[in-house]
């Protein structure tokens, strides 16, 4: 039978009454479920194979973001129409047209694989999992683990599902229960902080064998949210007492496990359901700051254009109205020469020559169309392509001791690159790279290391006193001893050590 839902009705945006039917989550450890939850399968791109096509048109044109795609195609539409086409009703501009969203939809698509690729590359991440069948910890897929299962991470894993912390192993003689872990994809901190294993199970689980002593029981809990600080719930074992969680206790995905052999854990969210997940949004369409300002001055073409046509027509009205009549080599009636005036008296020149005007307007709005170059997206386009591979492969931003080169997924905006001009930070350390230098020294009580610091400096101006000149001459000696031995980060000399 199919099991009913683990979340509250109407989710994302439940109903007060119905997060009063459903007001837990409510998982069984490593056992059967008695609710449905997702898999820990992820989907990060934009498209699929069957949504490709309909979100890259829409996205293609929008007025806001693709003012020249929809320009052109409203005058390919134009040129259909018989009474004011200049091209005998074939849209000529389709074809360039098509060829500029060929090539927009190809640049977009490669993007995409790229995330489809990193997609299946974490899918296929390998992990530990109990197998209740075999009695032991089992190398499988991401994407195979399940709410409720064991899963055991190595140090240095890369957590793949909000967990519990059950035991760990750790590199002191006396269990404390402590682990490490790196946060640096969650809140871009590389700095190490600190978490606990339940207390009613670090000391039940030794080894791998041991975990099936916590294999009867159940977390209740609160429902996936994108709080990555903040997590609410109890843990019990049968027989025994319930255990808050707090977020001490629990690992989220992404983040990377580290000080420690190994951590045994019970999984309590999966797949879109993980805080990490749950954090990010739809991939938005970006839009730089020259197509933004392309979109502006086509604009203000288009209306230039309209302008200019709109005097063509009051130009073309105005004459006609005063001469089209007597200028009969133009033929404008299919009247005989015989019986013109009969019919000219009863002509309503005024109605036609105005409707002519109206004629005119769009037949000369299709003639000076090109006064928006239907090549420019695709040039940009083009250029902006060579701009990614050129980053990628420039020597001076590739990091050689993890091999890693710098990556372009957005390449729309290649040239927003250098435009900072406005940094918010709530702490110099996210921003700066603390790099300590080797200056001074204290062995036996007795400081060594000559020169002074810029703190130092600082505080000699701060006091309005002038630096004494000794301390200027070991500054100098210390700079021309770092130059003559050339030691990364080492700043340091006193005559009295040899």
């Known amino acids: 039978t199919e099991l009913p839902p683990s979340l509250p009705n109407n989710w994302p945006n439940p109903s007060a009454e119905d997060l009063d039917e459903r007001p837990l989550r409510k998982i069984t450890i490593n056992g059967d479920q008695r609710f449905s939850f997702i898999t820990n399968f992820i989907t990060t791109s934009k498209y699929t194979k069957y949504t490709f096509l309909p979100k890259f048109l829409a996205q293609s044109f929008h007025p806001r973001k693709k003012m020249a795609n929809v320009y052109f195609f409203i005058i390919s539409c134009m040129q259909c129409i018989p009474i004011i086409t200049n091209t005998h009703g074939i849209p000529t501009v389709l074809m360039p047209l098509s060829f500029v969203i060929i090539v927009d939809g190809i640049f977009a698509a490669l993007e995409d694989l790229a995330r489809h690729k990193a997609d299946a590359h974490a899918n296929a991440s390998k992990t530990k999992k109990y ?70 199970t670090l000391n039940q689980v030794k080894e791998d064998s041991d975990v099936v002593k916590c294999g009867h029981g159940e977390v209740e809990m609160e429902h996936p949210n994108k709080l990555i600080d903040s997590f609410k719930g109890t843990f019990t074992l049968s027989g025994a007492e319930k255990e808050v969680i707090d977020p001490n206790n629990v690992l989220l995905r992404g983040c990377t496990l580290r000080n420690v052999d190994w951590a045994i854990t019970v999984v309590v969210n999966t797949g879109l359901d993980t805080k990490i997940m749950m954090s990010n949004t739809e991939s938005p369409v970006k839009a730089s700051s020259l197509e933004q300002r392309i979109n ?63 004629v005119q307007f769009f037949y000369y709005f299709l003639l000076m169309a090109n006064f928006v170059p239907v090549s420019l997206y695709v040039s940009m386009s083009t250029v902006k392509f060579f701009q990614a591979k050129f980053i990628e492969d420039d020597i001076q931003i590739y990091h050689a001791e993890t091999d890693t080169p710098t990556k372009v997924r957005t390449m729309a905006l290649n040239e927003e690159l250098g435009q900072i001009s406005h940094v918010f930070s709530d702490k110099t350390g996210t921003l700066t790279c603390n790099i300590m230098d080797f200056r001074k020294c204290t062995v036996n009580g007795i400081s060594y290391g000559k020169g002074i610091t810029e703190i130092g400096k600082a505080g000699y101006q701060l006091q309005g006193d002038a630096i004494p000149d000794d301390i200027l001459a070991g500054e100098e000696m210390s700079r021309e001893h770092a130059e003559m031995h050339k030691q990364p980060h080492v700043n340091f000399y006193d005559q009295a050590i040899r």
């Open 131 to 200: 197998d209740k069948q075999q009695g032991a910890f089992v190398t499988v897929d991401w994407a195979s683990i399940g709410v409720g299962d064991f899963v055991k991470i190595s140090n240095r894993e890369v957590i793949p599902a909000d967990v519990v912390i059950l035991a760990v192993k750790e590199k002191t003689q006396i269990p404390e229960g402590r682990a490490y872990v790196e946060t640096k994809s969650l809140d871009g901190e590389t700095n190490l902080k600190m978490r606990r294993a339940l207390k009613c």
């Open 296 to 358: 502006v001055e086509i604009k203000r073409i288009v209306f230039y254009l309209a302008a200019v046509c709109f005097l063509g027509a009051i130009g073309s009205f105005t004459w006609k109205n005063k001469h089209m009549l007597n200028a009969w080599y133009l033929k404008w009636t299919d009247a005989d020469a015989d019986d013109s005036e009969d019919i000219l008296s009863d002509y309503n020149a005024t109605g036609e020559f105005l409707l002519s005007a109206i």
